[in-house]
């Protein structure tokens, strides 16, 4: 059974770039998270997806964005890239909708290097 | 603004003996407390979690701790095995998860 799959697992760009980030939750899970990890900290809370819509978000800027398909994968968008932006991006996956007390499951992440 | 603080970046401790990580939150609405453990090039993964209704909750050699008036839980390994090496995170939530920083565990032979 497949955990969380995400790609491109590296991938490296340039200040003002754009960069799309792509997840596909455990089997049977209807809901995805994004973190942001930066390096020693843990991981911060971007936005949660839900029916394919937007049910939460942390205190991230309009430049990141998102959506999730019917199939429950997901996508983060990042536009405008910022040096500050280079960092581990996990995506998390639970069933049962968006109760915080869902136990996530989570992918081994994709790092962003913005030069 | 950090909610939750793991104040220790890391822990040696020798195998078999007792690992103690500690966590600390400031947000008196958090619900739900969970404690994950983080592989190098991997995921977070799920370990051992506890509702604020209850005060211990234990499951094979790990036990959780929490002490809702001094807003402070702690995580219990007993005992210690060389594969518990590993970034732990506390993580507390209320509709939404927030991470600690983390606790690098070093189990020595």
């Known amino acids: 059974d497949a955990g969380v799959t995400q790609s491109p697992t590296h991938l490296i760009k340039t200040r003002g770039q754009q960069v799309t980030l792509r997840c596909s939750p455990k089997?049977?899970?209807?809901?995805v998270s994004w973190y942001q990890q930066a390096l020693g900290q843990g991981p911060q809370f971007i936005f949660q997806?839900?029916?394919?819509?937007?049910?939460q978000r942390g205190n991230f800027p309009d430049r990141f964005s998102g959506h999730q398909f019917p199939n429950y994968s997901s996508e983060l968008n990042v536009n405008a890239l910022l040096l500050g932006d280079s960092a581990l991006y996990l995506c998390?996956?639970?069933?049962?909708?968006?109760?915080?007390?869902?136990?996530?499951?989570f992918g081994a992440g994709s790092r962003l290097t913005v030069l | 603004d950090q909610q939750v603080k793991q104040n220790s970046p890391s822990l040696s401790v020798q195998e078999g003996r007792i690992s103690i990580l500690n966590c600390d939150y400031t947000n008196s609405m958090f619900d739900y407390f969970l404690w994950y453990k983080k592989y190098p090039a991997e995921g977070p993964t799920f370990l051992i979690s506890i509702s604020s209704i209850k005060d211990k909750n234990e499951d094979g050699r790990f036990t959780v701790f929490l002490n809702k008036s001094a807003k402070h839980l702690s995580l219990h390994i007993v005992p210690s095995q060389p594969g518990d090496s590993a970034v732990y995170f506390c993580a507390a939530s209320y509709y939404k998860l927030s991470f600690g920083a983390g606790t690098t565990v070093t189990v020595r032979a």
């Open positions: 089997s049977g899970h209807d809901t």
């Open positions: 997806y839900y029916e394919e819509e937007e049910r």
């Open positions: 998390a996956s639970n069933g049962g909708g968006t109760s915080g007390a869902n136990v996530l499951t």
